[in-house]
């Protein structure tokens, strides 16, 4: 059974930096996309970045230019490094995986979920 575990969550300063890992375990296969959504207390969740295939990475417009994702295909890992974290990031973000990643299809494979906390 494939399971996806994050890691790297916490509690930041405005402006400081976290990252996230997340690694899938239980099974061989390699996944086409992996990528990270979040969702914050009485929202929806929603899409943060991901990577798709041999695509660039992509970003929603909220994260861009101070989150970055990385991806090791071979090792089936995502990383996300954020900086400049705002209070608005708060949320728990949860790893994605599966065909696809992007605002408008999920994987179908999540992890557990972390929590992210950046105090104003």
């Known amino acids: 059974q494939v399971r996806l575990v994050e890691s790297g969550g916490g509690l930041v300063e405005a402006g400081g930096s976290l990252r996230l890992s997340c690694a899938a375990s239980g099974s061989s296969f390699r996944f086409n996309a992996m990528g990270w959504y979040r969702q914050a207390p009485g929202k929806q969740r929603e899409w943060v970045a991901g990577i798709t295939g041999g695509d660039s990475p992509d970003y929603a417009d909220s994260v861009k230019g101070r989150f970055t994702i990385s991806r090791d295909g071979a090792k089936n890992t995502v990383s996300l490094q954020m900086n400049s974290l705002k209070a608005e990031d708060t949320a728990v973000y949860y790893c994605?995986?599966?065909?696809?990643?992007?605002?408008?299809?999920?994987?179908?494979?999540w992890g557990q979920g972390t929590q992210i906390t950046v105090s104003s």
């Open positions: 994605n995986a599966g065909v696809r990643v992007t605002a408008t299809m999920s994987g179908g494979y």
